[in-house]
Protein backbone atom coordinates (compact mmCIF):
# COMPACT_ATOMS: atom_id res chain seq x y z
CA UNK A 1 0.00 0.00 0.00
CA UNK A 2 1.42 4.09 -0.39
CA UNK A 3 0.80 6.53 1.86
CA UNK A 4 -2.21 7.30 -0.35
CA UNK A 5 -3.95 4.01 0.19
CA UNK A 6 -4.18 3.06 -3.25
CA UNK A 7 -2.09 -0.25 -4.07
CA UNK A 8 0.73 -0.15 -5.52
CA UNK A 9 1.03 -1.72 -9.31
CA UNK A 10 1.92 -5.21 -9.21
CA UNK A 11 5.87 -6.05 -10.63
CA UNK A 12 5.64 -6.38 -14.76
CA UNK A 13 7.52 -9.94 -15.46
CA UNK A 14 9.68 -9.39 -17.56
CA UNK A 15 8.82 -10.97 -21.70
CA UNK A 16 10.26 -14.20 -22.32
CA UNK A 17 12.84 -14.77 -25.07
CA UNK A 18 13.08 -17.13 -27.15
CA UNK A 19 16.28 -19.47 -27.53
CA UNK A 20 18.46 -18.43 -30.86
CA UNK A 21 17.96 -20.33 -33.80
CA UNK A 22 21.68 -21.38 -33.72
CA UNK A 23 20.48 -23.01 -29.74
CA UNK A 24 17.51 -24.89 -30.60
CA UNK A 25 20.03 -26.11 -33.58
CA UNK A 26 22.43 -27.52 -31.58
CA UNK A 27 20.27 -28.98 -28.77
CA UNK A 28 18.71 -30.74 -31.81
CA UNK A 29 21.74 -32.22 -32.81
CA UNK A 30 22.37 -33.54 -29.52
CA UNK A 31 18.95 -35.07 -30.18
CA UNK A 32 19.69 -36.53 -33.25
CA UNK A 33 23.13 -37.96 -32.30
CA UNK A 34 21.42 -39.58 -29.64
CA UNK A 35 18.84 -40.79 -31.62
CA UNK A 36 21.18 -42.17 -34.25
CA UNK A 37 22.86 -44.10 -32.13
CA UNK A 38 20.05 -45.66 -30.60
CA UNK A 39 19.31 -47.01 -33.99
CA UNK A 40 21.81 -49.76 -34.14
CA UNK A 41 20.79 -50.86 -37.84
CA UNK A 42 21.28 -47.46 -38.89
CA UNK A 43 25.00 -47.23 -36.40
CA UNK A 44 26.15 -51.01 -38.21
CA UNK A 45 25.01 -49.93 -41.71
CA UNK A 46 26.73 -46.31 -41.48
CA UNK A 47 29.91 -47.67 -39.70
CA UNK A 48 30.48 -51.27 -40.73
CA UNK A 49 30.34 -50.40 -44.70
CA UNK A 50 33.67 -48.75 -45.76
CA UNK A 51 35.17 -51.07 -42.20
CA UNK A 52 34.45 -54.04 -43.75
CA UNK A 53 35.68 -52.59 -47.36
CA UNK A 54 39.04 -51.30 -45.83
CA UNK A 55 39.82 -54.66 -44.01
CA UNK A 56 38.24 -56.66 -47.50
CA UNK A 57 40.32 -54.82 -49.80
CA UNK A 58 42.96 -53.75 -47.90
CA UNK A 59 43.73 -57.60 -46.74
CA UNK A 60 43.29 -58.94 -50.96
CA UNK A 61 45.51 -56.02 -52.62
CA UNK A 62 48.37 -56.15 -50.14
CA UNK A 63 51.52 -55.00 -53.26
CA UNK A 64 53.21 -51.48 -52.93
CA UNK A 65 53.62 -49.27 -55.83
CA UNK A 66 56.54 -49.43 -57.77
CA UNK A 67 59.45 -47.33 -56.49
CA UNK A 68 57.12 -45.63 -53.64
CA UNK A 69 57.27 -47.68 -50.90
CA UNK A 70 53.17 -46.69 -50.99
CA UNK A 71 51.30 -50.00 -50.48
CA UNK A 72 47.62 -50.81 -52.55
CA UNK A 73 45.89 -50.85 -49.03
CA UNK A 74 47.22 -47.89 -48.38
CA UNK A 75 45.72 -45.89 -51.38
CA UNK A 76 42.68 -47.42 -50.55
CA UNK A 77 42.59 -46.24 -47.07
CA UNK A 78 43.08 -42.94 -48.43
CA UNK A 79 39.87 -42.82 -50.66
CA UNK A 80 37.70 -45.12 -48.08
CA UNK A 81 37.72 -42.25 -45.71
CA UNK A 82 36.39 -39.69 -48.43
CA UNK A 83 33.54 -42.72 -48.85
CA UNK A 84 33.12 -43.13 -45.12
CA UNK A 85 32.44 -39.40 -44.81
CA UNK A 86 29.64 -39.37 -47.42
CA UNK A 87 28.21 -42.53 -45.75
CA UNK A 88 27.91 -41.17 -42.59
CA UNK A 89 26.38 -37.57 -44.63
CA UNK A 90 25.26 -38.62 -47.62
CA UNK A 91 23.73 -41.95 -47.16
CA UNK A 92 22.57 -41.70 -43.55
CA UNK A 93 20.74 -38.20 -44.26
CA UNK A 94 19.12 -39.33 -47.76
CA UNK A 95 17.74 -42.54 -46.02
CA UNK A 96 17.04 -41.54 -42.55
CA UNK A 97 14.66 -38.01 -43.20
CA UNK A 98 12.81 -39.73 -45.90
CA UNK A 99 12.03 -42.47 -43.54
CA UNK A 100 10.86 -39.54 -41.11
CA UNK A 101 8.65 -37.65 -43.76
CA UNK A 102 7.02 -41.10 -44.68
CA UNK A 103 6.51 -41.75 -40.90
CA UNK A 104 5.07 -38.10 -40.36
CA UNK A 105 7.50 -36.73 -38.42
CA UNK A 106 8.74 -34.13 -40.52
CA UNK A 107 5.12 -32.84 -40.72
CA UNK A 108 4.62 -32.67 -36.95
CA UNK A 109 8.18 -31.07 -36.51
CA UNK A 110 6.89 -28.19 -39.01
CA UNK A 111 4.10 -27.35 -37.13
CA UNK A 112 6.24 -26.54 -33.83
CA UNK A 113 7.80 -23.20 -33.19
CA UNK A 114 11.24 -24.84 -34.04
CA UNK A 115 12.86 -22.42 -36.58
CA UNK A 116 13.19 -24.92 -39.86
CA UNK A 117 16.63 -23.47 -39.93
CA UNK A 118 17.36 -25.12 -36.28
CA UNK A 119 16.47 -28.87 -37.90
CA UNK A 120 18.99 -28.94 -40.77
CA UNK A 121 21.44 -27.64 -38.39
CA UNK A 122 20.64 -30.09 -36.11
CA UNK A 123 21.18 -32.80 -38.78
CA UNK A 124 24.01 -31.77 -39.90
CA UNK A 125 25.76 -31.38 -37.01
CA UNK A 126 25.03 -34.58 -36.16
CA UNK A 127 26.78 -35.71 -39.46
CA UNK A 128 30.05 -33.98 -38.39
CA UNK A 129 29.92 -35.88 -35.21
CA UNK A 130 29.32 -39.51 -36.90
CA UNK A 131 31.87 -38.67 -39.40
CA UNK A 132 34.33 -37.53 -36.93
CA UNK A 133 33.83 -41.22 -35.34
CA UNK A 134 33.54 -42.84 -38.95
CA UNK A 135 37.43 -41.12 -40.00
CA UNK A 136 38.39 -42.13 -36.75
CA UNK A 137 37.74 -45.74 -36.67
CA UNK A 138 38.91 -45.80 -40.31
CA UNK A 139 42.37 -44.12 -39.49
CA UNK A 140 42.64 -46.21 -36.23
CA UNK A 141 42.33 -49.73 -38.85
CA UNK A 142 44.81 -48.16 -41.65
CA UNK A 143 47.05 -47.25 -39.16
CA UNK A 144 47.65 -50.38 -37.27
CA UNK A 145 46.49 -53.22 -40.28
CA UNK A 146 47.86 -51.12 -43.30
CA UNK A 147 50.90 -48.57 -42.20
CA UNK A 148 48.91 -45.52 -43.47
CA UNK A 149 51.31 -42.96 -42.50
CA UNK A 150 49.83 -39.70 -40.16
CA UNK A 151 51.23 -36.60 -42.22
CA UNK A 152 53.29 -34.86 -39.92
CA UNK A 153 53.00 -31.01 -41.90
CA UNK A 154 50.71 -29.09 -40.47
CA UNK A 155 49.68 -27.54 -44.09
CA UNK A 156 48.57 -31.56 -45.23
CA UNK A 157 46.60 -31.17 -41.46
CA UNK A 158 45.01 -27.62 -42.53
CA UNK A 159 44.20 -29.27 -46.23
CA UNK A 160 42.68 -32.45 -44.16
CA UNK A 161 40.00 -30.39 -41.99
CA UNK A 162 38.85 -28.23 -44.77
CA UNK A 163 37.57 -31.15 -47.18
CA UNK A 164 36.19 -32.69 -44.49
CA UNK A 165 34.37 -29.97 -43.66
CA UNK A 166 33.81 -29.18 -47.10
CA UNK A 167 32.92 -32.78 -48.07
CA UNK A 168 31.14 -33.55 -45.30
CA UNK A 169 28.65 -30.18 -45.69
CA UNK A 170 28.29 -30.31 -49.56
CA UNK A 171 27.42 -34.48 -48.96
CA UNK A 172 24.92 -33.63 -46.26
CA UNK A 173 23.11 -31.14 -48.43
CA UNK A 174 22.94 -33.36 -51.10
CA UNK A 175 21.51 -36.15 -48.72
CA UNK A 176 18.64 -33.70 -47.65
CA UNK A 177 17.90 -33.48 -51.49
CA UNK A 178 18.15 -36.87 -52.31
CA UNK A 179 15.79 -37.48 -49.78
CA UNK A 180 13.13 -36.19 -51.30
CA UNK A 181 12.95 -38.61 -54.43
CA UNK A 182 12.05 -42.02 -52.46
CA UNK A 183 8.15 -42.30 -52.34
CA UNK A 184 8.15 -44.20 -49.08
CA UNK A 185 10.94 -45.49 -46.61
CA UNK A 186 10.63 -48.95 -47.59
CA UNK A 187 12.13 -47.71 -50.91
CA UNK A 188 14.71 -45.26 -49.23
CA UNK A 189 17.86 -47.41 -48.39
CA UNK A 190 17.77 -49.16 -52.24
CA UNK A 191 16.98 -45.74 -54.06
CA UNK A 192 19.97 -43.61 -52.06
CA UNK A 193 22.73 -46.75 -51.29
CA UNK A 194 22.69 -47.65 -55.37
CA UNK A 195 23.76 -44.09 -56.23
CA UNK A 196 25.98 -43.97 -53.83
CA UNK A 197 28.09 -47.62 -54.77
CA UNK A 198 28.13 -46.44 -58.49
CA UNK A 199 30.10 -43.34 -57.11
CA UNK A 200 32.19 -45.20 -55.09
CA UNK A 201 33.56 -47.51 -58.20
CA UNK A 202 33.90 -44.31 -60.37
CA UNK A 203 35.56 -41.77 -57.90
CA UNK A 204 38.70 -43.92 -57.82
CA UNK A 205 37.95 -45.25 -54.32
CA UNK A 206 38.75 -48.76 -55.51
CA UNK A 207 39.73 -48.28 -59.09
CA UNK A 208 42.93 -45.66 -60.06
CA UNK A 209 41.07 -43.16 -61.74
CA UNK A 210 43.19 -43.07 -64.58
CA UNK A 211 42.45 -46.78 -65.73
CA UNK A 212 38.52 -45.78 -65.77
CA UNK A 213 36.60 -44.67 -69.16
CA UNK A 214 36.48 -40.93 -69.64
CA UNK A 215 32.73 -40.99 -69.87
CA UNK A 216 32.93 -42.50 -66.01
CA UNK A 217 35.43 -39.81 -65.11
CA UNK A 218 33.20 -37.04 -66.05
CA UNK A 219 30.05 -38.42 -64.48
CA UNK A 220 32.07 -38.77 -61.12
CA UNK A 221 33.74 -35.32 -61.55
CA UNK A 222 30.17 -33.87 -61.15
CA UNK A 223 29.89 -35.20 -57.23
CA UNK A 224 31.84 -34.28 -53.82
CA UNK A 225 33.07 -37.94 -53.85
CA UNK A 226 35.26 -38.20 -56.17
CA UNK A 227 37.29 -34.53 -55.28
CA UNK A 228 37.09 -35.70 -51.06
CA UNK A 229 38.95 -38.67 -52.56
CA UNK A 230 41.70 -36.95 -53.83
CA UNK A 231 41.80 -34.33 -51.05
CA UNK A 232 42.46 -37.08 -48.94
CA UNK A 233 45.01 -38.99 -50.56
CA UNK A 234 46.95 -35.32 -51.28
CA UNK A 235 47.02 -35.21 -47.52
CA UNK A 236 47.99 -38.99 -46.56
CA UNK A 237 50.19 -40.35 -49.75
CA UNK A 238 52.24 -37.44 -50.65
CA UNK A 239 53.42 -35.85 -53.58
CA UNK A 240 55.04 -39.09 -54.77
CA UNK A 241 51.11 -40.82 -55.63
CA UNK A 242 49.85 -38.09 -57.34
CA UNK A 243 50.91 -39.69 -60.37
CA UNK A 244 47.77 -41.90 -59.94
CA UNK A 245 45.79 -38.93 -60.69
CA UNK A 246 44.63 -37.99 -64.20
CA UNK A 247 46.45 -34.60 -63.73
CA UNK A 248 50.02 -35.94 -62.34
CA UNK A 249 48.55 -33.53 -59.70
CA UNK A 250 45.97 -33.25 -56.48
CA UNK A 251 44.49 -30.29 -57.85
CA UNK A 252 43.53 -29.07 -54.58
CA UNK A 253 42.87 -25.64 -55.43
CA UNK A 254 40.18 -27.05 -57.92
CA UNK A 255 39.46 -29.27 -55.03
CA UNK A 256 38.13 -26.43 -52.94
CA UNK A 257 36.44 -25.19 -55.84
CA UNK A 258 34.12 -27.94 -56.24
CA UNK A 259 33.32 -28.99 -52.64
CA UNK A 260 32.99 -25.44 -52.65
CA UNK A 261 30.50 -25.37 -55.31
CA UNK A 262 28.21 -28.07 -53.48
CA UNK A 263 27.80 -26.33 -50.43
CA UNK A 264 26.07 -23.12 -52.93
CA UNK A 265 24.63 -25.57 -54.94
CA UNK A 266 23.07 -28.37 -52.31
CA UNK A 267 21.80 -25.44 -50.37
CA UNK A 268 19.86 -24.55 -53.53
CA UNK A 269 18.94 -28.42 -54.58
CA UNK A 270 17.31 -28.41 -50.68
CA UNK A 271 15.45 -25.17 -51.10
CA UNK A 272 14.17 -26.64 -54.59
CA UNK A 273 13.20 -30.18 -53.43
CA UNK A 274 13.11 -30.21 -49.97
CA UNK A 275 9.05 -30.45 -48.43
CA UNK A 276 8.15 -31.51 -44.86
CA UNK A 277 5.13 -33.84 -46.27
CA UNK A 278 4.70 -37.08 -47.95
CA UNK A 279 3.83 -36.23 -51.51
CA UNK A 280 0.83 -38.48 -51.25
CA UNK A 281 -0.39 -36.63 -48.51
CA UNK A 282 -0.60 -33.68 -51.34
Known amino acids: ?12 APPMRLPSTLRVGLSRARLETLLFFRERTAVVFTFAFPIILLVIFGSIFDGVFEGTGISFSQVYAAGLIGAGVMSA ?10 VERDEGTLKRL ?45 VDWFTFVWVFLLGVTGSSLLGIAMSSVPRSSKSAAA ?9 QFASGVYIPATQLPDWLIGFASVFPLKWMCQGFRSVFLGDEMAVLELTGSYELARVALVLSAWVVGGLLLCLMTFTWKNRRDG
Open 89 to 98: SFQNLGVSIA
Open 191 to 199: IVTLPFVVL
Open 1 to 12: MTQSGTAAPAAT
Open 110 to 154: AGTPMPPVAYFIGKIGSVIVVAVLEVAILLVISLTLFGLRLPSDP
